[in-house]
């Protein structure tokens, strides 16, 4: 069974933090995604990448970075945390090409205090 | 601007009757459509899938319709269980495009 795994389900983290979200995923995709889901807001694209070490600002990249050094792997760094990054963090990943959807990690609730 | 808009934040159902969501789009190059479920606390997970050649996809109680012309999909739930209450979020997709563009979602409940 495929799968992307994000390394936390819950964090806390103190305003000015520098925080990092793993995503891990098995199924050799290409194309893997950082997307915040806020209510009301649904989802929103943070950053994505399509291979290694390459990567494209989403809709709302300000405050954030990524790196994929690997293909499995793709972080989302928060440079400097702040109480309006508190939100649930969705990794995704997708092959590429054809009529395939994403694949969705369980997220990380994070929240900023 | 909204390319997929789920105009109907939320939805209340009786357990057994249908369920009908709704999904507006703007962009004619989208060539297929998706329905992602998500549960509070979870990833979104996959649900069904139309292609924009087909009018209709049907997977055992969920059935998705689009509307070219119209520019419209609607999901339908038959019959509806409160193991379906869950936010819903359509999606369009393009050729290679690497990303899929969103709806906001519409939260379901089912009542038993």
């Known amino acids: 069974d495929v799968k992307v795994t994000q390394s936390s389900r819950y964090l806390v983290k103190r305003t000015g933090e520098k925080v990092f979200l793993e995503c891990v995923q098995d199924?050799?995709?290409?194309?893997m995604f950082w997307y915040r889901q806020d209510p009301g807001l649904g989802l929103r694209l943070i950053y994505f990448?399509?291979?290694?070490?390459?990567?494209e600002k989403g809709d709302i990249p300000e405050g954030y970075s990524v790196s994929r050094e690997k293909k499995e792997r793709f972080s989302l760094i928060l440079e400097s945390a702040s109480t309006n990054q508190t939100s649930m963090y969705l990794c995704?990943?997708?092959?590429?090409?054809?009529?395939?959807?994403?694949?969705f990690g369980s997220g990380t609730r994070l929240t900023v205090v | 601007d909204q390319q997929v808009k789920q105009n109907s934040p939320s939805l209340s159902v009786q357990e057994g009757r249908i369920s009908i969501l709704n999904c507006d789009y703007t962009n004619s190059m989208f060539d297929y459509f998706l329905w992602y479920k998500k549960y509070p606390a979870e990833g979104p997970t996959f649900l069904i899938s139309i292609s924009s050649i087909k009018d209709k996809n049907e997977d055992g109680r969920f059935t998705v319709f689009l509307n070219k012309s119209a520019k419209h999909l609607s999901l339908h739930i038959v019959p509806s269980q409160p193991g379906d209450s869950a936010v819903y979020f359509c999606?369009?997709?393009?050729?290679?495009?690497?990303?899929?563009?969103w709806g906001l979602g519409t939260s379901l409940a089912v009542n038993p």
């Open positions: 999606a369009g997709g393009a050729g290679n495009n690497r990303k899929l563009i």
């Open positions: 995704a990943s997708r092959a590429p090409g054809g009529i395939y959807g994403y694949t």
């Open positions: 199924m050799d995709h290409e194309n």
């Open positions: 990448s399509y291979d290694v070490k390459m990567k």
